[in-house]
């Protein structure tokens, strides 16, 4: 089994869809801009707050928002966001359990997420123990698909590639364990695009948290 588990959070461990969009509403709302449909918000989760703000204020726009009007939004979107970021997030079925499982061994977050609302939503799930650490999309280490802050998480515990798994839903993660040479393990049961890789087209999977432990503890660590 591997030294060091790393776990996406939006689409992989919760839900979080409803609440980012709805915060995405009234934000824009807020701006008197109109309101995207849910649909629209999810498709832009995954890559950090801001690609978050502007792609759904570009999209309600006339025009590209300047730096300045998705500055202003973000801060308001964060501010919506963090005063309730689990009402209607869930875990997905069965990730308490494989916690569980796994709580003798070393696991962290990386998220593309702020860290702050980030910590707040692990907190408010109940399940933030579990996690010796987190990094969020504002934490200095850019944002995935970015190795960076796996190659930060990996000298913290002093785990090696080969002894590295991330796992995650979209295409982000994937490139980030791509570029930082560990092996990655997809959730297809997230809201990411569809995973493939050309070079590994039986790229390990699962659609349940339910079967997690066993893969993990029959994974090759080597990556390949």
């Not at 869809?17 to 649909?39: C, F, I, S, Y």
């Not at 570009?58 to 309730?84: G, K, N």
């Not at 002093?158 to 995650?168: A, K, M, N, V, W």
Request: proline share 8%.
């Amino acid at each position: 089994m591997a030294k060091l588990f790393v776990f996406d959070l939006d689409g992989t461990l919760a839900d979080t869809k409803v609440d980012l969009a709805l915060a995405v509403q009234k934000t824009l709302n807020g701006l008197g801009l109109p309101e995207p449909r849910m649909e629209e918000v999810a498709k832009h989760i995954g890559h950090g707050a801001r690609h978050l703000i502007e792609n759904c204020l570009w999209e309600a726009m006339p025009h590209r928002p300047s730096a300045q009007a998705v500055d202003e939004a973000l801060v308001r979107f964060l501010d919506q966001y963090e005063a309730d970021p689990a009402a209607h997030t869930r875990l997905y079925p069965g990730v308490l359990p494989a916690l569980q499982k796994l709580r003798t061994e070393t696991c962290a977050v990386l998220t593309n997420k702020p860290e702050k609302p980030a910590l707040s939503l692990l907190l408010a799930l109940e399940i933030d123990l579990f996690f010796k650490a987190v990094i969020g999309g504002d934490s200095g280490f850019g944002l995935k698909p970015s190795p960076q802050g796996l190659l930060e998480l990996m000298r913290r515990f002093g785990s090696q590639p080969q002894e590295t798994i991330l796992i995650g839903d979209g295409p982000q993660d994937l490139g980030a364990a791509k570029a930082a040479g560990i092996s990655f393990i997809a959730y297809t049961s997230g809201f990411g695009l569809p995973l493939t890789d050309p070079f590994h087209p039986t790229m390990p999977c699962f659609q349940s948290f339910d079967d997690l432990p066993a893969l993990l503890a029959e994974f090759p660590l080597a990556a390949e």
